[in-house]
């Protein structure tokens, strides 16, 4: 399987991913913020995505959003092919899409509100915390893309303060600070942090599951609108 940062190449994918995205919505029976064939596209062409192949038939995907005038990062619209599940591939997508956020944008704040439990699992060893929603970004464009959810008058009647997702953040300036805390040298974790992942492997839990899972799940090394 490769998994790979988005090009002009996997444009041929869109229309799968999209058809895909509303068919889970709907058999989850959550809303999601509706994705065009033009956002999606927008978002494969300019780098702002990754994508999952193998042998040429599309896996999965997830893209990157900013919020707040880039202060905030969301990782959106993971979904992987139906026969693909189950074998560690949004995990893997997820690690990717994580170090591509924290490469471009290495002072934001990453964030996800979800109801589903892998990506809570995913995104708690790559180091989110559970969070309140005054912690995200308040980027009103960000909220309107709650309006298609059918939890929306939940939300609204909350007050946005909170709803049915969970919401979850990684702040970088937490790795920082534990990183000045604890100094020990690398030693075992070395691999990971060779990965480019751009955060502290001795210091978050998270990276230690990424260590089992990679071992677990044997990675081929080639990751609402529930922004995951
Ligand atoms: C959710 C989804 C992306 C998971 O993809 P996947 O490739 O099967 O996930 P993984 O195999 O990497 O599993 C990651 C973890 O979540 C767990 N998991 C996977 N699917 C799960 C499910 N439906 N319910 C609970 N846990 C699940 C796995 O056991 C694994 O946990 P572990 O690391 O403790 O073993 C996929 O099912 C999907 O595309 N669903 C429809 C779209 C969707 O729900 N997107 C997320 C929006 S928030």
Redo the contacts with the bound molecule.
């Keep these: 399987m490769e998994i790979e940062i988005s090009s002009c190449e996997h444009l041929m994918y869109v229309s799968e991913i999209q058809q895909?995205?509303y068919d889970?919505?709907q058999?989850?029976g959550?809303g999601?913020a509706k994705r065009s064939i033009e956002y999606l596209s927008k978002k494969i062409s300019e780098g702002n995505a990754v994508v999952a192949t193998e042998n040429g038939e599309w896996v999965?995907f997830c893209y990157i959003e900013t919020w707040s005038h880039g202060k905030f990062v969301a990782n959106s619209?993971?979904?992987?092919?139906?026969k693909?599940?189950?074998?560690?591939?949004?995990?893997?997508?997820?690690h990717r899409v994580f170090q591509l956020s924290r490469e471009k944008y290495p002072e934001a704040k990453v964030f996800?509100?979800?109801?589903?439990?892998?990506?809570m699992?995913?995104n708690s060893?790559l180091g989110y915390k559970p969070v309140i929603y005054s912690e995200l970004t308040q980027d009103e464009e960000f909220w309107s893309g709650c309006k298609n959810c059918v939890n929306y008058e939940i939300l609204m009647k909350k007050e946005r303060k909170n709803c049915l997702c969970t919401a979850m953040l990684f702040v970088p300036e937490n790795i920082t600070k534990n990183e000045a805390v604890n100094d020990q040298p690398k030693d075992k974790y070395d691999e990971i942090s060779q990965t480019g992942l751009g955060y502290s492997a001795q210091n978050s839990p998270g990276e230690f599951?990424l260590a089992i899972?990679k071992n677990?799940?044997n990675s081929d090394e080639k990751e609402?609108h529930?922004?995951?």
């Design positions: 895909e995205m889970s919505a058999r989850r959550t999601i999965g619209g993971l979904i992987v092919s139906p693909f599940r189950n074998g560690g591939v949004a995990t893997q997508i997820k996800g509100l979800t109801t589903g439990l892998a990506v699992k995913i060893d599951h899972n677990k799940k609402g529930l922004s995951v």
